[in-house]
Nanobody, 120 residues
């Protein structure tokens, strides 16, 4: 089994910065793509950023130029650096990963979520 544990959420004023971390632990052959999603109250869970095992990244349009996703493969950890935060970035942020638990078997796992609140 694989566990994803997020940290780094909190309360910040508009224009401020936060850095989220997500560490994966447990039995795994390797970790493929790692993602950050977010879900605001009453809204669907949306993909924020994605990074492949090779380091290719994708972002939703509303965070491009403000958020940066990165990963440390040696530590099985993914980060989300969030700058120029806006009140509309307020949400629970979830880590998500495609984990290769066997050479030919990939499973998807979620973290428990971390709250990010941006005050105006």
């Amino acid at each position: 089994q694989v566990q994803l544990v997020e940290s780094g959420g909190g309360l910040v004023q508009a224009g401020g910065s936060l850095r989220l971390s997500c560490a994966a632990s447990g039995s795994a052959f390797s970790i493929d793509a790692m993602n950050w999603f977010r879900q605001a109250p009453g809204k669907q869970r949306d993909l924020v950023a994605r990074i492949t095992s090779g380091g290719n990244t994708n972002y939703r349009d509303s965070v491009k130029g403000r958020f940066t996703i990165s990963r440390d493969n040696a530590k099985n950890t993914v980060y989300l650096q969030m700058n120029s935060l806006r009140p509309e970035d307020t949400a629970v942020y979830y880590c998500n990963a495609d984990v290769r638990i066997k050479p030919t078997v990939v499973s998807n796992f979620w973290g428990q979520g971390t709250q990010v609140t941006v005050s105006s």
